[in-house]
T-cell receptor
Framework: GQQVMQIPQYQHVQEGEDFTTYCNSS?????IQWYKQRPGGHPVFLIQ?????EVKKQKRLTFQFGEAKKNSSLHITATQTTDVGTYFC?????????????FGTGTRLKVLA | EAQVTQNPRYLITVTGKKLTVTCSQN?????MSWYRQDPGLGLRQIYY???????DKGDVPEGYKVSRKEKRNFPLILESPSPNQTSLYFC????????????FGSGTRLTVV
C-alpha cells in the first residue's frame, strides 16, 4: 500500500540552529498537510500545501511541496525550545476505491537550550 | 468551543474484556477516523468514516470495530482486547477527507494486560 516515510526519525539541535524534516510518499499526493504534536499532546494541524512546487511560510517555518508532488519538507529557522515536538506530514491516499488519510512516520525534534 | 472529545483518557483492562472508546465532535464534520500511535510507527489509521453509516477499514483494522449511527459520534470497539492493542489512540475529524485540516481528540492511552 501507499507509504509515507519521514527522515530523520529523531533530531537534536542546539537552540538557534536550523532544522529540516523530509517527507517522501511512495505515490503522488493530491495535497499534503503538516501537523505538530507536543510531548504528551495530540497532533495539531499546521498547514496544507496543494500545488506542485508550492512554498508557504509561517513565521520561522517554511513548508515546501515537491514538483512531482511525492515529497515535502518542513524547515525551521533558528529553533526555539517551543519548537520541541514531533512533526508529521499527512495526506489523502490516491488509491482508487479507498478514502484513507495517512500519516508519515514523524520526526521528533528536541531543542537543547 | 469546536472540539473532538474522547473518553476515557486512560484505560487499563484485561485481555478479552470488551471495551468501547467514545469519540464525539461538535463541528458537523463529515470525515472521522481512528488512529493508533506506537513508537517509531507514527499514526496508523484503524478505521474511517466518510459519513453516517459509511465506514471502511484503514491500514490496521484487525481486532477493532466502529460504527457511525450519528454524524457526531464515532466509537471504537475492541470486542476482545489483546496485549498487542496496548497503544495510544486518537480520534480525528475533518470537514472532508481532502481539503481541510484534521482536528484531533486528546487521546486515549490503553493498556491491555
Amino acid at each position: 500500500g501507499q507509504q509515507v516515510m519521514q527522515i530523520p526519525q529523531y533530531q537534536h539541535v542546539q537552540e538557534g540552529e536550523d532544522f529540516t524534516t523530509y517527507c517522501n510518499s511512495s505515490t503522488t499526493l493530491s495535497n499534503i498537510q503538516w501537523y505538530k504534536q507536543r510531548p504528551g499532546g495530540h497532533p495539531v494541524f499546521l498547514i496544507q500545501l496543494v500545488k506542485s512546487g508550492e512554498v508557504k511560510k509561517q513565521k520561522r517555518l517554511t513548508f515546501q511541496f515537491g514538483e512531482a508532488k511525492k515529497n515535502s519538507s518542513l524547515h525551521i529557522t533558528a529553533t526555539q525550545t517551543t519548537d520541541v515536538g514531533t512533526y508529521f506530514c499527512a495526506g489523502p491516499t490516491s488509491t482508487s476505491g479507498t478514502y484513507k488519510y495517512i500519516f508519515g512516520t514523524g520526526t521528533r525534534l528536541k531543542v537543547l537550550a | 468551543e469546536a472540539q473532538v472529545t474522547q473518553n476515557p483518557r486512560y484505560l487499563i483492562t484485561v485481555t478479552g474484556k470488551k471495551l468501547t472508546v467514545t469519540c464525539s465532535q461538535n463541528m458537523n464534520h463529515e470525515y472521522m477516523s481512528w488512529y493508533r500511535q506506537d513508537p517509531g510507527l507514527g499514526l496508523r489509521q484503524i478505521y474511517y468514516s466518510m459519513n453516517v453509516e459509511v465506514t471502511d477499514k484503514g491500514d490496521v483494522p484487525e481486532g477493532y470495530k466502529v460504527s457511525r449511527k450519528e454524524k457526531r459520534n464515532f466509537p471504537l470497539i475492541l470486542e476482545s482486547p489483546s496485549p498487542n492493542q496496548t497503544s495510544l489512540y486518537f480520534c480525528a475529524s475533518s470537514l472532508d477527507r481532502v481539503n481541510y485540516g484534521y482536528t484531533f481528540g486528546s487521546g486515549t492511552r490503553l493498556t491491555v494486560v
